[in-house]
């Protein structure tokens, strides 16, 4: 029997049935990029692990509106209100405008999610393009008292808030002491009341770019302040599920926390989803220590620590074969395993595209090889169901490839599994594979490389005067849409 959909919260560090506010829609929100560098395996697992929710809870029949921002403004170099905007520092860098960095690398990640076979959320709103959304949020936030302007700056007042509405520090478990002992003095932050207060809006210096009219001057709106005005516009006050990295539960989401609770009385999320941290061999990334590898030098294997250049389909299934909530240590010794084991349930799917199953329907029906394969199809979705553990689903879909390999290699007779459990095999492991999981085909690379062994073969054949042969070659690709072209220097392709 199937169980329930359980889901870990981060809020209450605890395992709940999960019951969406108004079902059959779900709503949920991703913290997004911030755009000013390229993407890296950091990014990836975030985007992947709730690419895996997203697409399970559809396979559920929820309706899920799914909103991944994009932050193009207002993330400052240290996190805390000090420091440049980090796309101005980049466009500054560069030399070339603010957006321009932001929409460069926008568009790089959004390619680097396509490979990664990560489906577009529902809405990828940028948060430049919300300003007048996070402008009345934190007007809302002045009215109750729970917010102060200093000289042209806006500032959220914690101390205020845990007074009149609620715990500052309850996601992440830090309380005001130990938040301000941890804060040090900011330069251009005297007019604070409070060290742990954080910036709503800044008022713009003379050398910062991307600026906009407020009723406090000129400015631009902090980092935090984004995703609450953003999820709500599109969510609603209160939705279903929060999600990001852990590196983001503070300050970051324990501000959306309370900003949004300041703004509208509600809480913001139901449910708060946090993805472990990314390490190579165990080593936390870091530009200074050579490890920090973006998607695009994996994907060619081009940076010092890679011994070749690894597929984005290997790093999808290298990264569900742990738990989510799980540190993920990349190796190279890891990533060839998890090759291997991706090219294995690939080959099981194109068999099950192919392979035809005939029995005999008698008593069998209830034979033990069915009631593994029903077991195994059982254990694949109640461990999607115990907190999207796709590494349990994982293991489950190898146990019925051993059936499929099985049955396509003679070792097993096709007597003893019923056509129904056949079937349920087959709807099971290709669902899960593609559907679920998320998980295809390489295809491009795999192109490629059979093209220049068609080519060796047409070369040896033209070679060794087997015209046949080559004529054979040159049909079957020119119908579809390949011509073969010979050079003095050799043979190439192109399309017709």
Known sequence: MQQPLIIYNSLTRQKELFRPLSPPFVGMYLCGPTVYGKAHLGHARAAITFDVVFRYLQYLNYRVRYIRNITDVGHLERDLDDGDDK??????????SPMEVAQRYT???????????????????????????????????????LAYVVDGSVYFDVAAYNQQVDIYGKLSGRTIEETRSGTRSLTGQEGKRNAVDFALWKKATPRHIMQWPSPWGVGFPGWHIECSAISTKYLGPQFDIHGGGMDLVFPHHECEIAQSQAASKTNLATYWMHNNLVTIDGVKMGKSLGNFITLDELFSGNHAVLDQAYSPMTLRFFMLQSHYRSTLSVSMHALKAAHQGYRKLLNGWYLLTTFQHKSVESSLTS????????????????????DFNTAKAIASLFNLL????????????????????????????????TDILGLREDSEKTATETMEILL????????????????????????IGIAIKDHAKGVNWEYL
């Not at 003679?410 to 019923?418: A, K, R, V, Y």
């Open 456 to 479: 060796t073969i047409y070369q040896e054949a033209k070679e060794a005067k087997q015209y046949h042969q080559v004529d054979w070659i040159r049909s079957a690709l020119q119908k």
């Open 367 to 386: 034979s033990v090889l069915d009631a593994e394969i029903y077991a195994d199809c059982t254990d694949c979705h109640n461990a999607m169901r115990d």
């Open 107 to 145: 568009n790089s990640y959004r390619k680097n999610m396509e490979q990664l076979n990560v489906l577009p959320p529902s809405i990828e709103p940028c948060a430049s393009g919300h300003i007048p959304e996070q402008i009345a949020m934190i007007e809302a936030i002045i009215q109750r008292g």
């Open 402 to 433: 051993k059936k499929v390999n099985g049955l396509y290699n003679g070792q097993l007779n096709p007597e003893t599994i019923s056509i129904a459990a056949f079937d349920q095999l087959r709807t099971t492991y290709m669902t899960f594979v």
């Open 87 to 96: 796309i101005q520092q980049q466009a500054r860098l560069e030399e070339v």
